[in-house]
């Protein structure tokens, strides 16, 4: 058969935004946000979005300006994934937990034009701006005031205000769509837990992609009731942001996540979904106050895998977790541990460990693999060879802002991604992360998966969280260092000898830890993950143990 | 921002070739094909499709050469969907209720190299090479004999046995992807209801979008059983074959589709789900012994609006209707009759006018609207300005198989696809269709929608099915024609006044049919659509009304 060519028809460029005009007519009475006194409807935040964008374009922003914004989970924040797209421009998040310091470079690498910022972090980006160099010119700001009284607020001639341009906008603005599915939709900065901030860029197509891919791979129905804390400046909140429009959602927002604002909104709300890292079900299994749901809550979690004690709390709560991996680089989760109905006759700990496993790539990603680092060919099946996990489909960046060279490091000429996780295959297809590359402590010449020796150390009754890295060695080169926290209220803490011989009953000699610091609390990224970097850096700051010492 | 271009990684071609072997990884030992006494795992069909796929690329076919299969639903029709384009090839399922005169054409014009033929339909597809000009090379013949015991099949050399291919076939082939997405997947011709048959050419990309987008839009969840009543060969069953790998659903094959085996596979299988056309629906509703379901069945409907009687019996007994509308050349179901739940608290009547519209775009459609055939404008959203139905999006087809004229005339520069049919945009955004545009009947100046006409004759309590098209006045240029099937064991037929009569009680004069022919059958196409062309040529031959008479 000839090739027959794509034409304007059928090559229209796809992209999510579409599913707030559609969200409009179909679910235009439902409730499309809900936060505190407001809820919102799908009819009011098409609206409210179109009048936004006109409003942004007004402000004199283009096709393909960069426009930040630096919010909690609030409806200006939810509104802002389409109304800063529909104006043309490159939606970019900003992690809240980040520094002055660290928020102006990146605002000034992603050369933003225009910074929607939250009352509540405006002394932030203030400072952030009063550090750029004085030939830099400073972006636009606007001013969210959520619910504050608006007298609060110092007037500014620099400064706009968010319900401002909402109600001067033009809600019959033609909204400005990509030219090219492969138009920059967003740009997010990755959390960094192994290097400098990264600009990632995600095209119209594979965000696209990325929201129906997961709205099947979780078997999203209608009319969810979606609580939001995962903030949604953490990969766009996996592209549950637009996924809510497409399948007509309630997006409960949520200021501050802690447990009794948590369950507070699932009981009010009668929430059906929710994500976040496993660090926010371990805060909901150990609330004192928990008790069990009224209705099961789905909830969606990655990042790094959920320890089999909180599955359990979790579970037993009334949650139901599935666990799914994903990176920045990917747009969302594009490998879950898509669950068997036969694996809920096995005992609970078995369970746990085979819902703490990655597991398959959902059906939107079209290849994903584990490579020998030598030989580049799929490792051996056996639940034990490491290697890198590769993969490749629609829902991955187009690439890192102005870093030609870290794009090239991981988006490879023969066609694969390197996630940077290393990682086996298991017999039945099923892949688990080990550790990062990076995290790979490398003792006497074996690798040692810090992920492995942390699971032994939160299987301690008085553990809270740990986390193990490489500290230099004379002998071995790196031996294992471990980071633990320990429980409130345990009655008699551990001493760093018993928790390694707790460690030598449950793994080999050349994984165990030779260091174990108590500490009352990890560094962690701001979204949950522990910073291994800061504690590498401690770990070597110890110096080397005497070779003497360990023999 | 800089444009940044899309590389290897992120750029591989979308195809729903890739959910297959993942099904076997997730979906493993879960049914995937139930039929008669037997039943395949997704392991099983997984394997069976790499074998067949080999054996098929060993038999000489080649990328982009075209394999047509004349088969009913069965596991074989099922495995080709995946192993004939896993071969390379591109998938042509051929209507079986065609003549061998138009399967010779057809097979001609997609020039097909290799045709696999249900032993029932053997004959036929002998009959129709042997009508090949002699110049004409011949394809390849491979027989799919089912349940048949092999002796009964006469052995000749030109012939392949169909479980022959999969015992010989590589389970470790190593399939053929797409080199591009837009590599053409699929060709089915129209079922020509206006015209003479078209070969709509489909992408892997189409396919995939519409796959996804159709799981999303019908909210069908992991493990549905989906009873295959819509033939296969209709639009790719709607791309349902591919979407039942991507959610790990069970394919309920039936051979023959009547009440009796519908409601008995029902009910052994357990089904969740099916798809028909509203006259499948109507057999249903109307079988005397049927009983009301033990539980809900999903029925996705299409191809033209179900009427309201239909709807109201088939709810009552147990089936969940949706109302979705497509096209051949848009891959499946684009646009749907998204229910909104306040609706269930209308009276039935208006529940079933509300569902009798084709609805809203699903979310994997960029856009769709209705145009002023003149003006180019979008018509007044008042529910009674007609115009033609376009649309825009991923899942359209790339054109007609040799046939450019054809393929620009739908396919527009203004980057429209115009469907042929006629519409008017309700005020709450949700379109329905009113005609297609040549059954449109031009009475004194005014149009006449066909199916207004239509849905009125069915509202009488006498008539079973009705058709309503153009015949050529003298006067008027053209008047209703209405061609009457009436419903078996009623007291008294009505006669041609009285249907007139009752007519005009509910609709404007110059609507109201001026002949009505009563008939024991009306021509269908293999889809259950009546041929209004053939009507049409009968309403001709009857020759103008003479003036004097009307008026």
Request: charged residues 20%.
């Amino acid at each position: 058969m000839d090739q027959m060519k794509p034409c304007p028809a059928n090559s229209c460029p796809q992209t999510p935004l579409t599913f707030l005009e559609r969200a409009a007519t179909v679910y235009g009475d439902s409730p499309s946000v809900v936060y505190k006194t407001t809820t919102h409807t799908w009819s009011q935040t098409h609206r409210r979005c179109l009048q936004l964008a006109s409003s942004i374009a007004a402000l004199g922003i283009q096709r393909g300006h960069v426009v930040s914004v630096v919010a909690p989970n609030t409806p200006a924040m939810y509104e802002l994934h389409f109304a800063v797209p529909m104006s043309g421009a490159v939606l970019n998040t900003v992690n809240t937990r980040l520094d002055s310091q660290t928020i102006s470079v990146l605002l000034r690498h992603a050369q933003s034009k225009l910074v929607f910022v939250d009352y509540h972090f405006r002394a932030l980006v203030l400072e952030a701006l009063s550090i750029y160099p004085p030939n830099i010119q400073h972006p636009k700001l606007v001013l969210i005031m959520d619910d504050v009284v608006s007298d609060s607020i110092p007037s500014s001639s620099t400064v706009s205000d968010y319900e401002g341009l909402v109600k001067t906008g033009d809600p019959e603005f033609k909204w400005i769509r990509p030219l090219n599915e492969w138009d920059p939709i967003t740009l997010n900065y990755t959390s960094g837990t192994t290097s400098s901030p990264k600009g990632v860029v995600h095209s119209h197509r594979a965000i696209f992609v990325m929201t129906l891919d997961s709205l099947i791979d979780w078997s999203v129905p209608k009319h969810p009731i979606y609580l939001w804390t995962l903030p949604m400046f953490h990969s766009n909140g996996w592209c549950f942001t637009w996924g809510m429009a497409a399948v007509g959602g309630a997006n409960v927002c949520l200021r501050k996540v802690d447990p009794p604002a948590v369950y507070s909104a699932i009981q009010r709300n009668h929430v059906t979904h929710m994500c976040g890292a496993p660090v926010i079900l371990n805060m909901l299994s150990n609330f004192p106050s928990a008790v069990p749901l009224r209705n099961p809550v789905h909830f969606l979690t990655g990042g790094a895998p959920p320890p089999a004690a909180v599955l359990l709390r979790t579970e037993s709560l009334g949650f139901v977790v599935s666990h799914g991996y994903g990176l920045t680089e990917v747009s969302g989760v594009v490998v879950s541990c898509s669950w068997k109905p036969e694996w809920n006759l096995l005992p609970a700990a078995e369970r746990a460990r085979l819902k703490a496993r990655q597991g398959v790539r959902t059906v939107g990603l079209t290849e994903v693999d584990i490579l020998d680092p030598v030989s580049g060919l799929s490792v051996k099946r056996d639940g034990s060879t490491l290697g890198d996990i590769v993969m490749r489909g629609g829902s991955l960046m187009l690439g890192y802002l102005k870093n030609p060279e870290a794009t090239a490091k991981c988006m490879r000429e023969n066609g694969w991604f390197y996630t940077g996780d290393v990682g086996v295959m298991h017999p039945d297809g099923y892949l688990e992360i080990k550790d990062r590359s990076k995290d790979i402590i490398i003792t006497g010449g074996e690798n040692v998966s810090s992920v492995e020796v942390e699971s032994v150390l939160y299987s301690h009754p008085s553990v809270n969280e740990a986390a193990v890295v490489a500290r230099p060695d004379e002998f071995w080169g790196e031996t294992p260092c471990a980071f633990v926290n320990l429980k409130v209220g345990i009655d008699r803490k551990p001493t760093e000898k018993e928790v390694i011989e707790f460690c030598r009953a449950k793994l080999p000699h050349y994984m165990v830890p030779r260091t174990v610091v108590f500490r009352e609390e990890l560094p962690k990224t701001s979204t949950g993950k522990i910073q291994k970097t800061v504690l590498r850096d401690n770990a070597k700051a110890m110096g080397s143990l005497v070779a003497a010492s360990r023999l």
